[in-house]
């Protein structure tokens, strides 16, 4: 089977998840807790947020989680603050977050077009904080199709979103691949009907993935390789 199309998770796999999240998580408790030390170390447990190592922890809901999922994560350690509120909070701050691409991705994406691919970026981020991460790094453009958890494709590992985008951009699922950082998205894409590669710009290390990819690659600069091997 030929591959004529691939869908990117983002966080962690265009964007290397500790150097982007780990510090705008850092931010949020310091912020949240207003100095107040038990009140941090509350968020940092309901986030699953290493204060010492300043990481979340492998386990954390928020890795792979929609934002309307880690608001409700911090709104346990805060229970007088609505959960929409911290929702909408989350979103704001998230879309300035430090953002640190796994590869330049304005040449990458630029020559995974010239073989003549299709783009995709499928995220349980919102769709605002989706393309205002793109924009911040001149990326936008090279996507043919870009959806957040809220985009109405519903969200991962469910398959809806993955399937939008193929059916988007013209093309059988069978002839697309997934790429992601977290078992989230490749039991996404295998339930799509599509090919799956880990990355390890993630917090899942390799042993994790593997055995729902058919390639677990160190990020996504390694694709091309990959493609030209099949």
């Not at 038990?38 to 922890?57: K, P």
């Not at 991962?156 to 951009?169: C, I």
């Not at 078992?183 to 996404?188: A, C, E, F, G, V």
Request: charged share 20%.
């Amino acid at each position: 089977m030929s591959v004529a199309g691939i869908v990117f998770d983002k966080d962690g796999t265009l964007f290397d998840f500790g150097a982007t999240w780990d510090a705008w998580a850092a931010s949020v408790i310091s912020d949240l807790s207003g100095g107040d030390v038990a009140l941090a170390r509350r968020i940092a447990d309901a986030t699953r947020y290493d204060l010492e190592v300043g990481a979340f922890r492998p386990d954390s809901p928020v890795i792979a989680g929609t934002n309307r999922e880690a608001a409700e994560c911090v709104a346990s350690a805060l229970p007088d603050r609505p959960v929409e509120e911290i929702e909408h909070y989350l979103m704001i701050t998230s879309c300035s977050a430090p953002l640190r691409e796994a590869v330049p991705l304005v040449p990458y994406l630029a020559a995974l077009a010239a073989r003549g691919l299709k783009l995709g970026v499928v995220t349980n981020d919102t769709e605002r904080g989706a393309h205002a991460h793109l924009d911040a790094v001149g990326a936008r453009q090279g996507f043919d199709f870009v959806a957040g958890f809220d985009s109405g494709y519903g969200m991962k590992p469910g398959p809806g979103p993955l399937l939008a985008f193929a059916e988007a951009v013209g093309l059988s699922p069978k002839n697309v691949v997934m790429v992601g950082d977290s078992t989230h998205d490749l039991i996404s894409g295998r339930r799509a009907g599509m090919r799956t590669i880990g990355v390890l710009t993630g917090p899942a290390g390799a042993d994790e993935l593997a055995p729902l990819a058919d390639a677990v690659l160190p990020d996504i600069g390694h694709i091309p390789d990959w493609l030209d091997r099949l």
